[in-house]
């Protein structure tokens, strides 16, 4: 094992913000209750931790990990396991009685909660004794009706020496209607005087009762301060500062002096003086300014924002400034007591969204951070199309022949996805200076993050087999083949990063994805073509982004697979009603598609993020899918296409790849997290091994019957086929999460993994073999057209290469890799300039590229590196 290190993906520039970081451990190195320390070249410090895995003799897999101090500037931190662990004094302090929450830190804060104020997520805010902010609520309006906060529940969900987290629970209410059921975490760290928020919700609405907006709203306490000494600073674009007051005293045409002007301008206190004022006294000459009760900063568009102030409600608008993209922050405060700076993370990615300042000139100004801006149009989730007359099943796969769209009535419903969007508070004790504003806005836009370096973690063996270190990363000189993979997968990362941009592939619901399909013809994605229009994980395209990150250890691609990961596990997957558990098949919209599946949900997808941060909402989404085996008695996926006998009671028609490799992908996170229920996972993981090995044809069976409750498998009687091979049963992680398995459960239960094995090997063996191959190990050939994605299932012969030796099948893996279909070897791997007027604007197209062909490439060639590189 080498030395345990992390560096920092994003540094934190100002030293203002705590981070949380996930570190994998080797099995059977630490046991439960170790302590930790983490330091650079010449200091150490105590580290906290939440164990979050463990391998099956119970020594941890992975800890998280949360950080509240300077650390200095160092390439790299050792984590380091400890006797015993430092002893931290006064870091934190909580309060839980009577029904309020008080938790005080050793930076000076001070946060209180009470259930017993229902409409407010927390009552008080302060710093070194100063209240900075007297409270927050949530506000909303469905269909242009105001909903106000229902509190249900305040509770503390950890709490270490470094950081506690608080979580509160409740819903929006008009009319005794209650909606949007939301989870806030406030996160507070001992030494950090930046508070962090993380606001999830369920959207419950039906497509004609559309959300109109949705903000958190903050009150800052303004009483007994001058309005001249009252400050307002909105970010602007990159770190860019307006620089208002409720009263100004500069640009006047006879005022205060110069130096009054100069302190206000730059936060300082004005004391003003009666004979200062020129032509005229001091209370004419004020009576005489403008005070600015409001302020509205607008980002409608990922392109554009607008900011306006006005007197008071009944007067105009006043237009004051605009510019492309805002970091989303904002101040509002005094020179003499300080005040409350407010960011939102990914504030224009996320268009439409809105600062909303008021009260200005009152006693308690109020700032609200919209995360759906009230001046957008509603928030339409009523499907795209009248469903064209597709009323039964063969019109319905008629049409799924013409734009690849499964539809069918009733299911292009967004009620039950979800979405979760990241607040910073940080408390003034006087108005910053530019700067310090500035290296606010950079924390909201880049939070600071730090991970596990590529050669540590892969020495731990954690997500095994699935990936290792780029060469270069190592200090390796890779071969040329290697080199060029390599210029490969660099190539259409950044062509996709580019995509995002060029395409503008951002909005509330829509940032995170990319498209499916490109249109050589129209120079654009298929935006508008059934199934050819979202992504929503086609192939494994979030894994493909993870698994590049542990491959590189790159900035850019883990912010880009975050964002991703942060849209499909809410966006694309359903989290209450009818389809809860499913997600949705690509299309149009994120939720038009008929095919509800857990292909899509999978839990593969969210497991490395949560594993890297330990982050509690991914950790909540993830235990969310830990029984989504029962979604499987709700729907038959096989409804439309595959004719079955009665189905037993209790058992439902599964696949043996789309569905059983969700299914262990879920259970084996539940096992190792020993999370609830994970005995009963571990339980259903081992009899699903067992019932799989039982087939008359293994994988080869492809559909089966499956009890959720048991885990026991039966084969699905006449007229069900009694084998079918599919091209997509591979391609949604079943090989990258049972090489995992099979390595974490073969010490303790050897006999039922030996078994799978074999029977696994098998299909390994025969999909990209010879006809010859396949009667050998299944007794018939697999059909030519069925056997597709030759590329993709590499990765299938790699695996049979490691476990027989071999390598002939090693070389035979390359060569169906490099030579067969997908993106080849000797094809052009050009990309073009894009120009108007051909092009709608300035930026890049590959006709070739095709998003399942990246999703593929991506995954096998990281997996083959791993497995089969010496072969090369």
Same mark, same amino acid.
């Given at each position: ?471 270069? $990363?190592? +200090?390796? !000189?890779?071969?040329?083949? /290697? ?5 490969? =997968?660099? %190539?259409? *990362? ?34 508008? $073509?059934? +199934?050819? !229009?979202?992504?929503?994980? /086609? ?5 493909? =982004?993870? %698994?590049? *990150? ?36 690509? +299309? ?285």
């Amino acid at each position: 094992m080498s030395t345990a290190s992390v560096r920092w993906l994003v540094t934190d520039r100002s030293s203002a913000s705590g981070v949380s970081f996930g570190m994998p451990w080797p099995k059977g190195y630490l046991r439960p209750g170790q302590a930790f320390t983490i330091g650079g070249d010449d200091q150490t410090y105590p580290l906290d931790c939440r164990e979050i895995a463990y391998w099956p003799d119970g020594s941890l897999k992975w800890t998280a990990h949360s950080v509240s101090v300077n650390l200095g500037r160092h390439e790299v931190y050792s984590v380091k396991p400890v006797d015993t662990s430092a002893h931290q004094t006064g870091g934190i302090h909580i309060k839980d009685e009577s029904g309020i929450i008080s938790v005080s830190t050793r930076a000076g804060l001070k946060i209180e909660f009470s259930l017993s104020a229902a409409s407010s997520l927390f009552n008080t805010l302060t710093l070194s004794g100063r209240p900075l902010c007297s409270g927050a609520t949530l506000v909303a309006s469905i269909n242009n009706k105001e909903y106000t906060t229902s509190v249900k529940n305040i509770a503390i969900e950890n709490a270490t020496g470094n950081r506690v987290v608080v979580k509160v629970s409740g819903s929006v209410i008009a009319d005794g209607q209650e909606h949007l059921p939301f989870d806030v975490r406030v996160y507070v760290y001992s030494d950090a005087p930046t508070i962090r928020i993380v606001h999830s919700f369920i959207h419950d609405l039906d497509g004609d009762e559309p959300l109109t907006s949705l903000g958190v709203q903050f009150r800052v306490p303004l009483q007994d301060t001058e309005f001249y000494n009252r400050h307002v600073r909105l970010g602007g674009a990159a770190g860019g500062v307006l620089k208002e007051e409720v009263q100004g005293l500069s640009g006047l045409r006879f005022g205060p002096t110069v130096q009054n002007r100069i302190d206000q301008t730059s936060g300082r206190p004005v004391a003003l003086q009666e004979n200062e004022w020129e032509m005229t006294s001091l209370s004419a000459g004020l009576a005489s300014v403008p005070t600015w009760d409001a302020y509205s900063l607008s980002q409608l568009s990922s392109d554009g924002f607008t900011v306006k102030k006005r007197t008071k409600p009944g007067c105009s608008w006043v237009r004051s400034t605009g510019g492309g993209r805002s970091d989303g922050t904002v101040y509002v405060g005094s020179a003499n007591h300080g005040g409350l700076a407010v960011g939102l993370n990914e504030f224009w990615e996320r268009y439409p969204t809105q600062i909303d300042l008021s009260n200005l000139t009152k006693n308690e100004g109020t700032i609200t951070m919209w995360l759906y801006s009230p001046l957008a149009e509603p928030l339409e989730t009523m499907p795209y199309h009248d469903g064209l007359g597709l009323d039964s099943y063969p019109k319905q796969l008629d049409a799924l022949n013409v734009t690849y769209e499964d539809y069918e009535p009733g299911f292009a419903t967004a009620n039950g996805i979800a979405r979760s969007n990241q607040i910073f508070l940080r408390p003034f004790l006087a108005t910053p200076p530019n700067q310090d504003f500035s290296l606010f806005s950079s924390l909201v836009r880049d939070p600071p993050c730090l991970a596990p370096t590529p050669e540590y973690m892969h020495s731990t063996k954690v997500f095994h087999g699935c990936w290792s270190p780029d060469s270069r $990363v190592l +200090g390796n !000189a890779p071969t040329e083949k /290697e080199s060029n993979i390599e210029k490969n =997968l660099d %190539l259409l *990362f950044k062509y996709y990063q580019g995509q995002v941009e060029q395409h503008r592939w951002y909005g509330f619901l829509d940032y995170g994805d990319v498209q499916h399909t490109y249109d050589a013809y129209r120079h654009a994605w298929r935006y508008d $073509v059934g +199934g050819y !229009a979202w992504d929503n994980s /086609e192939l494994s395209t979030d894994l493909w =982004l993870w %698994l590049y *990150f542990l491959h590189t250890g790159r900035a850019d691609v883990f912010k880009m697979a975050r964002a991703m990961t942060a849209h499909t596990a809410e966006v694309d997957v359903y989290h209450s009603g009818k389809f809860k558990g499913f997600g949705t098949r690509h +299309g149009v919209q994120h939720f038009s598609d008929s095919s509800k599946q857990l292909r899509i949900s999978n839990v593969l997808y969210r497991r490395i993020y949560y594993y890297l941060t330990g982050d509690e909402r991914m950790g909540d989404l993830i235990s969310e899918l830990g029984e989504c085996q029962n979604a499987l008695l709700v729907l038959d996926s096989h409804r439309k296409v595959q004719e079955h006998a009665g189905i037993p009671d209790s058992f439902a028609m599964a696949n043996i790849g789309l569905d059983c490799g969700p299914l262990a992908a879920s259970w084996l996170t539940t096992w190792e997290r020993r999370a609830e229920g994970w005995t009963q996972a571990r339980d259903l993981l081992l009899k699903m091994l067992e019932g799989l090995s039982k087939l008359s044809h293994g994988i080869g069976n492809n559909a089966i019957l499956l009890n959720p409750t048991t885990g026991d498998i039966l084969e699905c009687p006449p007229p069900t086929p009694a084998w079918a091979i599919s091209h997509l049963s591979m391609l949604f992680g079943f090989p990258e999460i049972f090489t995992e398995l099979l390595d974490y459960a073969k010490d303790d239960y050897p006999t039922t993994v030996e078994a799978f094995t074999q029977v696994w090997l098998r299909y390994c063996r025969a999909y990209n073999g010879t006809p010859e191959v396949q009667l050998k190990e299944f007794g018939f050939e697999f059909p030519e057209p069925t056997v597709m994605w030759r590329q993709s299932h590499s990765t299938l012969t790699a695996i049979a290469s490691v476990e027989e030796k071999s390598e002939d099948l090693g070389r035979a893996a390359w060569n169906e890799f490099f030579n067969i279909d997908g993106y080849l070897e000797k094809q052009d791997w050009q990309v073009n300039k894009a120009s108007p007027p051909e092009f709608f604007n300035e930026g890049e197209e590959a006709p070739w590229v095709f998003t399942n062909e990246t999703a593929r490439y991506g995954v096998s060639a990281i997996f083959n590196l791993a497995n089969i590189r010496q072969y090369l």
